[in-house]
């Protein structure tokens, strides 16, 4: 008898165990998070310290400023997770239907934002600490409980302060979004787009620990052109936004976290930045800041002035003026020695021969003066 309930009581217990898994299972939920890495994530403008996993946790530094996303986009979906701020004031965020990459002259993804705010940051008639549900630079959605502009407002205060957990249950589906706050649904918006897209952590200054992350994907419909957000086209950060390593760097460049800017009044030749890594065919993509003052500055592929990207005041003309100090985003692609490139998705060389170019070089940034620049990619390019 004694052998007996010594094996009945595992019995038992395996059998709960089993019928909880099944249960599991049968809801449709998958995990988000594996708990162990960043399996099913990549970093895109961030620094390898940004992210860690410890007892089941991500963990994010909040420096600098970015994203983490999915590695995979998603359409209908239910996000379950748990999060909790570190410190009082801390911020950060869920981004969901996010593009591949930052927009242009931001840290962020086009997409629609979910706030994680820490109580202590405070509410106003602009923004709250409880779920606030608004999209960014250039996505759309129509607010319900809205004040006037975009931004969906949660119709009652319900998140926990630093350090308790708090439990968010967002659901989108054909555009609409709506987030439950420690169970009860609070802040709702329609007629999103992009409708599809990835899913994002966001780190902006503040600790933030995040578990229990899981997902439950829901029947997807037909969507019409523009509901999708912009797929991965391969890009990765030659930027870390926490310090310059992977660069050569001159006096007078500075990391200032999602942004690095030369401060010197001169540049030159002896002022360059130039990467440790060396291309050759490429794509590319580079944000600059351009104003009236701004003095000429080269972006060399290949480390070459005769594939040199020219940023200079008297570029923006006609369609392509932009008035003040602006961001600028050079998105294009070296294929042996022909140049592609488009300022602001405008094509303004369109396979231009270049005489001189070696077969591999390094990208080497050439300011004539004071300037601000961020989010750098390239890209490996597809063989034809």
């Known amino acids: 008898m004694f052998f007996l309930k010594k094996r009945s009581l595992p019995l038992g217990v395996s059998l709960l165990l089993s019928v909880a898994a099944v249960a599991a299972e049968e809801d449709g939920f998958r995990p988000l998070f594996n708990g162990k890495d960043l399996s099913g994530w990549v970093p895109v403008n961030?620094?390898?310290?940004?992210?860690?996993?410890?007892?089941g946790m991500l963990i994010c530094s909040g420096k600098p400023i970015g994203e983490l996303r999915t590695d995979r986009m998603y359409q209908n979906f239910i996000m379950e997770v748990e999060w909790?701020?570190?410190?009082?004031?801390?911020?950060?965020?869920?981004?969901?239907?996010?593009?591949?990459?930052?927009?242009?002259?931001?840290p962020f993804h086009r997409s629609i934002e979910v706030q994680v705010l820490e109580n202590a940051y405070g509410n106003t008639r602009g923004y709250t600490t409880h779920g606030d549900i608004f999209p960014i630079h250039g996505a759309k959605m129509t607010p319900?409980?809205?004040?006037?502009?975009?931004r969906a407002f949660p119709t009652e205060n319900r998140s926990k302060p630093s350090p308790n957990w708090n439990h968010y249950r967002i659901v989108?589906?054909?555009g609409n979004i709506s987030l439950a706050v420690n169970g009860k649904v609070v802040t709702q918006g329609r007629e999103a787009s992009p409708r599809k897209g990835y899913i994002c952590i966001e780190s902006e200054g503040g600790m933030v620990h995040y578990r229990n992350m899981r997902i439950k994907e829901l029947p997807a419909i037909p969507l019409k052109p523009g509901q999708v957000a912009i797929a991965n086209r391969g890009y990765r950060c030659l930027y870390t936004g926490v310090d310059l390593s992977g660069w050569k760097a001159s006096d007078g460049w500075r990391s200032h976290d999602w942004q690095f800017r030369f401060h010197g009044e001169t540049g030159g030749m002896d002022?360059?930045?130039?990467?440790?890594?060396?291309?050759?065919d490429f794509g590319f993509i580079f944000d600059v800041t351009v104003s009236h003052k701004t003095k000429p500055l080269e972006f060399q592929l290949r480390g070459n002035p005769a594939s040199a990207v020219r940023v200079a005041p008297d570029l923006f003309k006609g369609d392509l003026v932009l008035k003040g100090r602006n961001w600028n985003r050079?998105?294009?692609?070296?294929?042996?020695?022909?140049?592609t490139l488009k300022l602001n998705g405008r094509t303004v060389v369109d396979g231009q021969a270049l005489d001189g170019l070696p077969a591999k070089g390094p990208i080497r940034?050439?300011?004539?003066?004071p300037v601000s620049m961020a989010n750098v990619y390239v890209?490996?390019?597809?063989k034809r």
């Open 84 to 106: 909790r701020h570190m410190k009082p004031r801390g911020n950060a965020g869920i981004f969901v239907w996010a593009d591949d990459i930052t927009a242009r002259g931001q």
């Open 46 to 55: 961030t620094a390898p310290s940004t992210w860690s996993v410890r007892d």
């Open 144 to 150: 319900i409980n809205g004040r006037g502009g975009s």
């Open 365 to 369: 940034i050439v300011p004539g003066g």
């Open 271 to 280: 002022k360059a930045l130039e990467s440790e890594e060396v291309f050759g």
């Open 330 to 339: 050079f998105e294009g692609e070296l294929r042996g020695n022909k140049l």
């Open 379 to 382: 890209r490996r390019l597809a």
């Open 172 to 174: 989108c589906n054909n």
